[in-house]
């Protein structure tokens, strides 16, 4: 059965898309920890990140380079960090989370809330700035 992400990156279920190449697909996290906040996934579906081929780790830490320079562009940060965390979605993905401090990155602390009009002007943002290149 096709994971969430599998399903997203097809169109079945809707996302706030950054960016898309032929090998990985970067949306907005719908509980996000910070604006911007970023998950990058390969369009492989392979469930652990560590069994993904060499070749695809490269794409998609290539693809991931590339969303964080549009995300630090577009959402005032110090800097664009990368976590590998959760077990929910079996289907490699990275979080991007744009930081001021550190201590942000606590996983345990409460989501924002953002409306949809929001999340869509966030992705819009990030977006733009990664086709501007």
Do not use: W
Not at 8 to 27: Q, R, V
Not at 96 to 104: D, G, R, V
């Amino acid at each position: 059965m096709a994971s969430i992400f599998t399903k997203i990156i097809n169109g079945e279920i809707p996302s706030y898309k950054i960016a898309e190449d032929a090998h990985c697909y970067a949306f907005l996290d719908i509980n996000p920890l910070m604006k911007g906040h970023t998950l990058v996934v390969p369009k492989e579906e392979v469930d652990y990140l560590y069994d993904l081929s060499d070749d695809t780790t490269a794409k998609l830490h290539i693809f991931a380079k590339r969303v964080a320079l549009g995300i630090e562009k577009a959402i005032p940060c110090k800097r664009v960090g990368v976590m590998v965390i959760g077990t929910e979605v079996p289907h490699a993905h990275l979080h991007l989370l744009p930081f001021e401090q550190e201590s942000q990155f606590d996983i345990t602390r409460p989501k924002l809330k953002l409306g949809s009009e929001e999340m869509a002007s966030i992705a819009a943002k990030i977006s733009s700035f990664i086709a501007a290149g």
